[in-house]
Nanobody, 115 residues
Framework: VQLQASGGGLVQAGGSLRLSCAASTKISSYYGMGWYRQAPGKQRELVADWRTGGLPTYADSVQGRFTISRDSARNTVYLQMDNLKPEDTAVYYC??????????WGLGTQVTVSS
């Protein structure tokens, strides 16, 4: 199983980016998929998550600014990030979890928001 994240980059505060996570297998086979991030000197934290049969959930810090979506035909999960803030600067990781609890991680994509 491979998760290939892309779409990161440098953007000014207030700008937008869309991250993509392409899975090597059908995303419908996973119990859940989502995005985490890790800023320098900080622990990895959940950004957005979508479990089968449930609604997307978001970290309080990104609620109303970020939107997770998925395209089953392309086996891809997206993270639309609007109104970006400098504190959103981090490496963003795609994550998938199977029903048996096995976790998969992508390599990460850097997002840098300048003030």
């Amino acid at each position: 199983v491979q998760l290939q994240a892309s779409g990161g980059g440098l953007v000014q505060a207030g700008g937008s980016l869309r991250l993509s996570c392409a899975a090597s297998t059908k995303i419908s086979s996973y119990y859940g998929m989502g995005w985490y991030r890790q800023a320098p000197g900080k622990q990895r934290e959940l950004v957005a998550d979508w479990r089968t049969g449930g609604l997307p959930t978001y970290a309080d810090s990104v609620q109303g600014r970020f939107t997770i979506s998925r395209d089953s035909a392309r086996n891809t999960v997206y993270l639309q990030m609007d109104n970006l803030k400098p504190e959103d600067t981090a490496v963003y990781y795609c994550h998938a979890v199977r029903r048996d609890g096995v976790n998969y991680w992508g390599l990460g994509t850097q997002v840098t928001v300048s003030s």
